[in-house]
């Protein structure tokens, strides 16, 4: 198993989407690249501890590969948009990929690249290393599966 950390606007929709592909085993939302060591949804929704809202995804890598979880991660959101994903507005909301090795940093990169044909603005999405992640509260895990028809 290896493990995949996306931000891409709020990560119960990304959680939703990118958890529904064949070969993720599990997802975990909650929040990286930020300063306090276990942050609330509240501390950051104020945009102060740095952190990005993320989906960390468990996947089989002989069923599903890191490209292909990155074509769907392109798909899914406006990665043109800086810190907003339709009403999501705020740096938690950034588009970013966190890589846990240097072959995913590399398949990043290139796939992001790649993506740039399709879009006519600039990509914006932050490629950088994983750093520790803070799971979200539970009543975040699972959201859209838990109240249909919410988003």
């Known amino acids: 198993m290896e493990k995949a950390t996306f931000g891409a606007g709020c990560f119960w929709g990304i959680e939703d989407k990118l958890g529904n592909i064949k070969g993720v085993k599990s997802t975990r939302v909650g929040y990286m690249g930020g300063k306090l060591k276990n942050p609330s ?5 104020t945009g102060k501890t740095d952190h990005i809202e993320v989906v960390e995804i468990t996947f089989n890598p002989k069923i599903v590969s890191y490209e292909k979880l990155l074509e769907t991660f392109w798909k899914i959101h406006n990665p043109t948009t800086m ?20 072959e995913q940093k590399t ?4 796939s992001k690249k790649e993506a740039q044909k ?14 520790i992640f803070c799971e ?3 009543y975040h895990q699972k959201y859209l599966k838990k109240h249909k028809g919410v988003c």
């Open 41 to 45: 949804y509240e501390e950051v929704c």
């Open 83 to 102: 810190n907003r994903q339709g009403f999501d507005i705020g740096s938690q909301y950034k588009s970013i990929i966190f890589y846990h090795t240097e």
């Open 107 to 110: 398949i990043a990169e290139k």
């Open 118 to 131: 399709n879009f006519k603005n600039k990509i914006v999405t932050e490629i950088k290393k994983a750093s």
């Open 136 to 138: 979200a509260e539970e």
